[in-house]
């Protein structure tokens, strides 16, 4: 067994650990699959059947990595290695005729969902208007993933959308049934329900799976709890590795106190903890303990590194969003320069919208990137779709842009009217606008016609304002309730800043003008794959990778941490992981950025630094920040020739409502909150005072 001699002393002692539940601690770095891997091959050696092993984890990536990770250290082994979702398709397929399904059983994909939810709706005669199709699909999910009974949906769905999508749903599975098909959430649910209704089938699997590894544990949502711990129940072999600090995925019903409570579902578990980082230098790990020590609920991991305190975290703070992407372009190229390549370079943001800045910058110095888990900015389908419309409004003979919104948003537009209307333009040799005689898409031609009319008279802003408004794109959109369906909205609204700035810069509001400025950059986008890439993407793409130097932009109260999480149970702890996880992917150096004046979606937003900044010891940080005299609370603070003193309630574009802060040792600022009152606020934002 040489492979223990490349094991630290907790990483050993968790290998070695055979019978009995087994919690591990396992930071960020610490070298988890490793840990995984070595303890498949060890149970092997140690003479348990390969089969009885069954090792979980979320990605087929990660599954993928293990089982070539397991190959190398021993010669046949016929262990599972998969993702819990390929476990409960082998389960089903053993089962389907218990689970009332036949042999042929088919999975629906998440369109196929949607299909069925709109061809459900229309039987029930419920319209999309009322309630979104995707709404509805991210309600079916949750019922299915929190296992809730029909009396807990009746008890809990209390709201007339609720109560339309808990009737659809019923519907909605009936359907399933009945065409012998299931859908992705139903190979967790399925198999869980199998287990707690056939408990001979149940005892099968135990005695199968003997020896249990899950991977991820703290991001192991309410169905995939109780698969664990129904196949754990009789010989009580489980080895679970996670890291409460890393668990980001809330949004997707992911329930962190699973790991918490795992000494309370095991009480003779035991605990490793792997604190040894073999990524970062000391200095990144420092920082990543002095921010993530602020979170309540969470297991003390302090991590620590030997490979070499490394240089100090550099925090660059620039007056405006603008100046903060030339700043990270200029440290940049000075890396280049150094010797470092551009696929050791990442750029994390909180939101898509966020990219955007950062491509324009990119690409006007030729340096090649990729955006990690999202379109480029001008290839998003939404993005595309309000060009076009702003294209046929400057360009009425304009085929392709017409074609492509006549029915987005969805008018009931079909592709034998556009078939029709290709037929007159060709046998006329007119365009298709000008085919349009009747139907729904007159009443689509005369909207066209009045934007074109109020363009003459609005600024660029004003028409995309108009434009999102009485297309129905805002409308339909705003509708659905998703994540996805929220990004696509913030991009939209990031479209305004684009606007914004082209006036700025050029003074012109010509429509046409500005579509021939985005087009020459959009056609720029049109990315090529290469080895030597710069790296963009959000926090939470970010889990999982490294890269040697990471730049964190944006770093403001209302961006990171997020506003939505202002007003959340336990909102805060989890951007704080959030940022954890952002400093724990770099190896050598790491920038944390932010701008005191940054125009998002279309308008001025005055941000303070970001909490997590100020949780940081000084002492590793190099900073641009000039020291200026400290301001007493009740001196005055002027903005705009206004003077306003500390704890006046002022007024603002972006926030609307908001207070002027001062404390004894802060520069007065001024905080704006537009979703809540100022006093829950100011009850959030941790060290600021509020005045007389």
């Known amino acids: 067994?040489?492979?223990?001699?490349?094991?630290?002393?907790?990483?050993?002692?968790?290998?070695?650990?055979?019978?009995?539940?087994?919690?591990?601690?396992?930071?960020?770095?610490?070298?988890?699959?490793?840990?995984?891997?070595?303890?498949?091959?060890?149970?092997?050696?140690?003479?348990?059947?390969?089969?009885?092993?069954?090792?979980?984890?979320?990605?087929?990536?990660?599954?993928?990595?293990?089982?070539?990770?397991?190959?190398?250290?021993?010669?046949?082994?016929?262990?599972?290695?998969?993702?819990?979702?390929?476990?409960?398709?082998?389960?089903?397929?053993?089962?389907?005729?218990?689970?009332?399904?036949?042999?042929?059983?088919?999975i629906m994909d998440s369109d196929d969902v949607?299909?069925?939810?709109?061809?459900?709706?229309?039987?029930?005669?419920?319209?999309?208007?009322?309630?979104?199709?995707?709404?509805?699909?991210?309600?079916?999910?949750?019922i299915k993933n929190e296992m809730l009974s029909e009396n807990e949906i009746t008890k809990y769905f209390l709201s007339d959308v609720e109560k339309k999508a808990a009737s659809i749903y019923f519907a909605y599975e009936k359907t399933l049934k009945k065409n012998n098909v299931i859908d992705f959430d139903d190979l967790l649910k399925l198999p869980v329900e199998l287990f707690i209704k056939n408990k001979d089938i149940l005892d099968l699997y135990q005695e199968k799976y003997r020896y249990i590894l899950v991977d991820e544990y703290q991001d192991t949502n309410e169905v995939q709890y109780k698969l664990i711990k129904l196949l754990a129940g009789k010989y009580r072999n489980i080895f679970v590795v996670g890291d409460q600090n890393q668990a980001i995925y809330g949004f997707r019903q992911a329930n962190y106190k699973n790991i918490l409570n795992f000494e309370k579902d095991y009480q003779d578990a035991k605990v490793i903890v792997l604190n040894q980082n073999y990524r970062s230098t000391t200095t990144i790990l420092n920082v990543a303990n002095s921010v993530i020590k602020n979170n309540i609920e969470r297991k003390e991991v302090n991590l620590y590194s030997e490979l070499g305190e490394g240089v100090k975290v550099k925090y660059l703070r620039s007056n405006d969003g603008l100046q903060e992407a030339n700043i990270v372009i200029n440290e940049i190229k000075n890396l280049l320069e150094s010797g470092y390549q551009k696929k050791d370079i990442a750029i994390f943001y909180r939101t898509n919208a966020q990219s955007r800045i950062y491509e324009e910058a990119l690409l006007k110095n030729n340096l090649a990137y990729k955006v990690v888990g999202s379109f480029y900015f001008y290839k998003r389908k939404e993005i595309k779709d309000l060009i076009s419309y702003l294209k046929l409004i400057a360009n009425h003979d304009d085929d392709i842009s017409l074609e492509r919104v006549i029915n987005e948003p969805k008018r009931g537009i079909g592709l034998k009217t556009i078939l029709n209307l290709y037929e007159v333009s060709r046998k006329e040799n007119i365009s298709l606008f000008e085919a349009i005689k009747s139907g729904k898409e007159l009443e689509f031609k005369n909207m066209i016609l009045e934007l074109t009319e109020s363009s003459l008279n609005l600024s660029l802003t004003e028409l995309i304002d108009l434009v999102l408004e009485k297309s129905g794109m805002k409308d339909a959109i705003s509708k659905e309730h998703t994540l996805e369906a929220d990004i696509r909205l913030e991009n939209l609204m990031e479209f305004r800043s684009i606007t914004e700035n082209y006036q700025n810069i050029t003074g012109s509001v010509n429509l046409q003008d500005f579509l021939d400025e985005v087009s020459l950059i959009a056609d720029v986008t049109e990315h090529r794959e290469e080895d030597d890439e710069i790296t963009l993407m959000t926090f939470h793409s970010a889990k999982g990778l490294e890269f040697k130097v990471v730049f964190m932009v944006?770093?403001?109260?209302?961006?990171?941490?997020?506003?939505?999480?202002?007003?959340?149970?336990?909102?805060?702890?989890?951007?704080?992981?959030?940022?954890?996880?952002?400093?724990?992917?770099?190896?050598?150096?790491?920038?944390?950025?932010?701008?005191?004046?940054?125009?998002?979606?279309?308008?001025?937003?005055?941000n303070p630094p970001s909490r997590f900044i100020g949780e940081i010891d000084p002492k590793y940080l190099e900073s641009n920040v000039v020291e200026e005299k400290k301001i007493a609370k009740n001196e005055f603070y002027n903005e705009k020739d206004e003077e306003y003193k500390s704890g006046d309630i002022v007024t603002h574009l972006t926030y609307g409502r908001g207070v002027v802060i001062a404390s004894e040792d802060r520069f007065v600022s001024v905080a704006f909150n537009k979703r809540f009152g100022i006093k829950k606020f100011l009850k959030n934002y941790k060290g600021l005072k509020k005045g007389k």
């Open 554 to 606: 944006g770093m403001e109260e209302g961006i990171m941490p997020h506003i939505n999480s202002f007003d959340e149970k336990n909102g805060i702890e989890e951007e704080r992981r959030l940022c954890y996880v952002g400093i724990t992917r770099a190896k050598e150096r790491l920038y944390i950025t932010n701008a005191k004046l940054r125009m998002l979606y279309g308008k001025d937003m005055l």
């Open 114 to 142: 949607l299909t069925i939810i709109k061809k459900t709706m229309k039987e029930l005669e419920i319209d999309p208007k009322e309630i979104s199709p995707s709404y509805v699909r991210n309600r079916i999910s949750f």
């Open 1 to 106: 067994m040489e492979y223990l001699d490349n094991l630290n002393k907790e990483q050993k002692e968790a290998v070695m650990h055979v019978d009995g539940p087994c919690l591990v601690v396992a930071g960020a770095g610490s070298g988890k699959t490793k840990v995984l891997t070595t303890r498949i091959a060890y149970l092997i050696d140690k003479g348990i059947y390969s089969s009885h092993i069954l090792a979980i984890t979320f990605t087929n990536k990660a599954a993928k990595e293990m089982k070539e990770r397991v190959g190398k250290l021993v010669d046949d082994s016929y262990a599972f290695v998969g993702t819990f979702h390929s476990f409960g398709l082998r389960i089903i397929k053993e089962n389907y005729e218990k689970l009332g399904l036949s042999k042929n059983f088919t």
